[in-house]
């Protein structure tokens, strides 16, 4: 749950966190937009920050995804953590 947070929600909220707080520092300020104004904005940042750390999370992942994954599974009283087999290599 806190890897969804940190690459999804986050990345999402943080523009309008920042924006809501520098708007509420602005209040009296001639010349800056009020909150309301920029909506779209805030939501293009937000998306466009968004997919940015999903395509670094799937970049960093890397390890190709070749293979055959084992889900966590007991064996004999004790959990064995999954795991990825990689494919036989067929002979030449």
């Known amino acids: 749950m806190g890897r969804v947070w940190l690459t999804v929600v986050l990345p999402l909220l943080l ?3 920042l924006y809501v707080l520098w708007g509420w520092t602005a209040r009296g300020k001639a010349g ?3 909150i309301g104004q ?3 904005w805030l939501v293009i940042a937000g998306v466009v920050l968004c997919g940015s750390v999903l395509v670094a999370a799937w970049l960093r992942a890397g390890g190709g995804g070749n293979g055959d994954y084992v889900p966590p599974h007991m064996l004999d009283g004790k959990v064995v953590p999954g795991r990825l087999i990689p494919p036989e290599t067929p002979p030449r």
Do not use: C, N
């Open 15 to 17: 523009p309008t966190i």
């Open 32 to 34: 800056r937009p009020t």
């Open 38 to 40: 920029s909506w779209p």
